[in-house]
């Protein structure tokens, strides 16, 4: 069974660019969720998707990130624009419902 | 006050020896206690799967829960340079879409 995919896996930005990341889910997985894990500390949870809707997205700084889950399948997080707070790795998992979740490797962002 | 709190480490133990990870949570509301291993670069791996109180092993692994003194814990036997990684803590409650808090992990290093 393929795990999650995640791309890129390392990006490098300056600051106030914009940046894109995507994350293709376990087949089947209804659940899918972005994570920000800042160095040295545990993933704290961005936004929460369960098939094409927002379940939980009241961490996610919304004037400036943007997630999207099309045809509760494949999802893209957006940074626009970036601060340099921001570098952190991304991280994508999914679930079958609200059970165990599955991570994907993560994206690393640097913001300059 | 965090709602989970996990001591950093570093913690350096020699091979074959028997490892101990605490949390300690402030939520009496959580229920669903996990943890998780994070190699470098890697995304977590759930290691560990407990609801409630009470003691779970699988091999090696021994997670227990108190609740009554909001107090988790993984005892890890016979350690391998294998296990050498950084260990998150996770909870949830049975509510909101059992949203997910991690604690900062602790990272561990067994020596050959």
């Known amino acids: 069974e393929a795990g999650v995919a995640q791309s890129p896996r390392y990006k490098i930005i300056e600051k106030r660019q914009s940046v894109a990341f995507w994350c293709n889910p376990i087949s089947g997985h209804a659940t899918l969720y972005w994570y920000q894990q800042i160095l040295g500390q545990g993933p704290k949870l961005l936004i929460q998707f369960q098939n094409n809707g927002v379940v939980d997205d009241s961490q996610l700084p919304k004037d400036r990130f943007s997630a999207e889950r099309l045809k509760g399948v494949d999802s893209t997080l957006k940074i626009q624009p970036a601060k340099l707070e921001d570098s952190a790795v991304y991280l994508c998992?999914?679930?079958?419902?609200?059970?165990?979740?599955?991570f994907g490797p993560g994206t690393r962002l640097t913001v300059l | 006050q965090k709602e989970v709190e996990q001591d950093p480490g570093p913690l350096s133990v020699p091979e074959g020896a028997i490892v101990s990870l605490n949390c300690t949570y402030s939520?009496?509301?959580?229920?669903?206690f996990m943890w998780y291993r994070q190699y470098s670069r890697k995304g977590p791996e759930l290691l560990m799967y407990?609801?409630?109180?009470g003691n779970k092993e699988d091999g090696r692994f021994t997670a227990q829960v108190d609740k009554s003194s909001k107090y988790i814990s993984l005892f890890i036997r016979d350690s391998q340079p294998s296990d050498s990684a950084t260990y998150l803590c996770a909870m949830s409650d049975s509510a909101g879409g059992f949203k997910t808090i991690f604690g900062a992990g602790t990272r561990l290093f067994v020596k050959a």
């Open positions: 407990t609801y409630s109180s």
């Open positions: 939520n009496s509301a959580f229920q669903y």
């Open positions: 998992a999914s679930s079958i419902m609200t059970d165990t979740q599955y």
